[in-house]
């Protein structure tokens, strides 16, 4: 009988959070430029003019937001998916894949809701450099900014984006987690791969490129949403309709910061996660 150390329900969020403070530019610089309605600045154009303005450090804004949001939509989708996993596996085999599916999706939609908060204060404090200075919000940090939104705007502005943020984040979650197993599984049987680095980084890269696809038309509206002013919008599918007028590649603006954003965050989220649990996991006998 051999040993393998399982991840505690708590370790996802972990990594997740050590992930962010390495891709935390890249993430505010996606936002930023889903936010615009038209290409007026270029990626390039973009980062020069946040160095030039705010200086470097504010590549940094919202960070706060950033590590809260991990803390809580990351613990719970990770904790609930690998649960999951384990009540559905038989006598230590493998989960099948359509079954790791319907868990990641269930998970990813609780880890949605429990993340939206924090999401949308992340949202507000990466854009802010962007906007007049009058016009900016200012929030110290992510408590502050959400004790401002519920005292300001009433507690269900906290939610707002809701629907988009937890379809996101079922989509997510199934092309994170679901394909990352899936892929990793694949390596293993194929003979020329063992369970080291070099499979954790070629299944998560795997895994942040079809989370990528799968999540960027929602990403899209939810990032229009949560930086919607007050009545700007009737509802998502409002949103929808005014991102449609860009044409089909208006719901896949900033694909290509968020790709370069998402495979670094999934490939570091994964090999953190591997390496803590490799250190520090619950040991099962299989």
């Known amino acids: 009988m051999g040993e393998k150390r399982m991840p505690k329900w708590y370790f996802g969020g972990m990594a997740s959070a050590g992930a962010a403070c390495f891709t935390h530019p890249l993430d505010l610089i996606k936002v930023q430029l889903q936010t615009q309605q038209e290409n007026k600045v270029s990626l390039f154009r973009l980062v020069s003019n946040m160095i030039k303005n705010d200086g470097f450090f504010s590549f940094y804004n919202g960070i706060s937001a950033s590590l809260l949001r991990q803390m809580t939509y990351s613990t719970a989708r990770f904790g609930i998916y690998e649960i999951g996993k384990e009540h559905l596996s038989v006598h230590g085999e493998a989960v099948p894949f359509a079954k790791t599916v319907l868990v990641a999706g269930m998970a990813g939609a609780a880890g949605g809701i429990l993340g939206t908060p924090a999401d949308l204060v992340n949202v507000r404090m990466q854009n802010d450099m962007k906007l007049p200075r009058e016009q900016r919000r200012n929030y110290k940090n992510a408590i502050d900014g959400l004790y401002r939104v519920a005292k300001e705007e009433g507690a269900l ?21 679901s394909f990352y197993d899936l892929f990793k599984d694949f390596l293993l049987h194929s003979g020329y791969f063992t369970d080291n680095p070099t499979t954790h980084f070629l299944s998560s890269l795997g895994a942040g490129g079809v989370a990528t696809t799968l999540t960027q038309p929602l990403d899209v509206l939810k990032t229009r949403a949560m930086n919607a002013k007050p009545g700007e919008f009737k509802g998502l599918m ?14 896949f603006k900033g694909y290509v910061p968020a790709f370069i954003r998402l495979a670094p965050q999934t490939i570091l989220t994964f090999m953190l996660l591997e390496q803590i649990t490799n250190h520090f996991g619950v040991i099962h006998h299989d």
């Open 157 to 177: 502005k906290m939610f707002n984006g809701l629907s988009a943020a937890t379809s996101r984040a079922i989509f997510m979650t199934i092309g994170q987690l």
């Open 238 to 251: 409002d949103i929808a309709v005014y991102t449609a007028k860009l044409g089909p590649l208006g719901f």
